[in-house]
């Protein structure tokens, strides 16, 4: 009767390690199947010469110097780049001050920013080079996708 009740115990264990595996097995390939569609959907919502206008930028503290950004790269405040909450990395944006009209060219390699109502968080640099006021930190700007 022990050796019954033992061999039965065993396999019931067996049974439920069984399940355990394959539950978060299947739990962990559904959630990677998802994340690649939202990729993919969002590569394929860009339009070269789309343009949005009044949008608010602001830029990078020295702080994020040598960090990663979200696609990988190594973030410098001397690059002409900046993040963008939705847009595909490597897609270029001209960015034009609405007060002044000086333009700059940068590279989404980042997301961001996460304060709300701004849309872009630029270098420093690309910041700089638009902005009459080195003393601002938030610009109106108008955002045209180049490729």
Known sequence: MIKRFRTFGVAVLMLLLLQACGTSHTRYAKHRTTSKKVAKTSVGTVKVGAFKSNVAASYYHDKFNGRKTASGAVFSNNNLTTAHP????????????????????????????????????????????????????????DIEILK
């Open 86 to 141: 939705s847009l595909p990395f490597g897609t270029q944006l001209r960015v034009t001050n609405r007060v002044n009209g000086k333009q700059v060219v940068v590279t989404v390699t980042d997301r961001g920013p996460f304060t709300k109502g701004r849309e872009l968080d630029l270098s420093k640099r690309a910041f700089m080079s638009i902005t009459d006021d080195k003393n601002k930190g938030v610009l109106q700007v």
